[in-house]
């Protein structure tokens, strides 16, 4: 995927370059950003978005490089450590595809800068690859910033898209989870269950209740 978007900003502009590729046999997913004029004002300093006001061309480039293996023994351990701590409170989480992610910036004739992060969180929307979409399962990105990793919930859950809200271009493990596999699922089954159960206890107590005072009455007369 190469798609550019051109956004105006006072006299000049920023063309906002997104381009995938995959290292499978499945072709990358597309990927796009909720609102382009947020994510320019949130890439470049208030000097920078100055020059750009006044009549500068400037680019942001995205690079989404889509892989099934982690071939770093190191980064697998990490993101093996990171998983395993998130099951602790949620339950069995399966493993996607590996996005590498990665930008750049540049102003006129300016040398290109690498971008890894911006001012405010903005939202970044990717399509689930149609082998990875089935019913009842959620999503989850795995976000590794610099060796920290951060799970980031899928704002989206209804749809056959992960969209997440970030500050930090890095790369990120897609992760998922089916409902049987739920903690979460699992502990709101119980609590149904148990208020079920305590639903018809009461209304057995009821019951007996009626039933006794019922007897006593027609003792009484």
């Given at each position: 995927?190469?798609?550019v978007?051109?956004?105006?900003?006072?006299?000049?502009?920023?063309?906002?370059?997104?381009?995938?590729?995959?290292?499978?046999?499945?072709?990358?997913?597309?990927f796009?950003?909720?609102?382009?004029?947020?994510?320019?004002?949130?890439?470049f300093t208030?000097?920078?978005?100055?020059?750009?006001?006044?009549?500068?061309?400037?680019?942001?480039?995205?690079?989404?490089?889509?892989?099934?293996?982690?071939?770093?023994?190191?980064?697998?351990?990490?993101?093996?450590?990171?998983?395993?701590?998130?099951?602790?409170?949620?339950?069995?989480?399966s493993?996607?595809?590996?996005?590498d992610?990665?930008?750049?910036?540049?102003?006129?004739?300016?040398?290109?800068?690498n971008?890894?992060?911006?001012?405010?969180?903005?939202?970044?929307?990717?399509?689930?690859?149609?082998?990875?979409?089935?019913?009842?399962?959620s999503?989850?990105?795995?976000?590794?910033?610099?060796?920290?990793?951060?799970?980031?919930?899928n704002?989206?859950?209804?749809?056959?898209?992960?969209?997440?809200?970030?500050?930090?271009?890095?790369?990120?493990?897609?992760?998922?989870?089916?409902?049987?596999?739920?903690?979460i699922?699992?502990?709101?089954?119980?609590?149904m269950?148990?208020?079920?159960?305590?639903?018809?206890?009461?209304?057995?107590?009821?019951?007996?209740?009626?039933i006794?005072?019922?007897?006593?009455?027609?003792k009484?007369?």
């Amino acid at each position: 995927m190469h798609e550019v978007t051109h956004i105006s900003y006072g006299d000049g502009g920023v063309d906002v370059v997104l381009d995938s590729s995959s290292q499978t046999s499945v072709a990358a997913p597309n990927f796009r950003f909720g609102d382009y004029a947020a994510l320019v004002s949130s890439c470049f300093t208030p000097k920078e978005l100055d020059r750009i006001s006044e009549g500068n061309t400037a680019e942001i480039t995205f690079y989404f490089v889509v892989t099934d293996e982690i071939e770093d023994e190191l980064l697998q351990e990490q993101y093996q450590g990171a998983i395993s701590e998130n099951e602790s409170e949620l339950g069995n989480l399966s493993e996607g595809i590996l996005i590498d992610l990665s930008a750049t910036k540049v102003i006129g004739a300016d040398e290109p800068s690498n971008l890894v992060s911006c001012a405010n969180d903005v939202e970044l929307q990717m399509d689930i690859p149609l082998f990875l979409v089935k019913e009842d399962r959620s999503y989850y990105i795995l976000a590794d910033n610099r060796g920290e990793m951060n799970l980031l919930p899928n704002a989206t859950p209804e749809a056959d898209v992960v969209t997440v809200n970030t500050h930090n271009f890095c790369p990120g493990l897609l992760l998922y989870q089916d409902a049987n596999d739920s903690l979460i699922q699992k502990e709101d089954n119980r609590l149904m269950f148990d208020m079920h159960n305590v639903c018809f206890v009461g209304i057995v107590l009821l019951v007996i209740l009626w039933i006794f005072i019922d007897h006593h009455h027609k003792k009484c007369f």
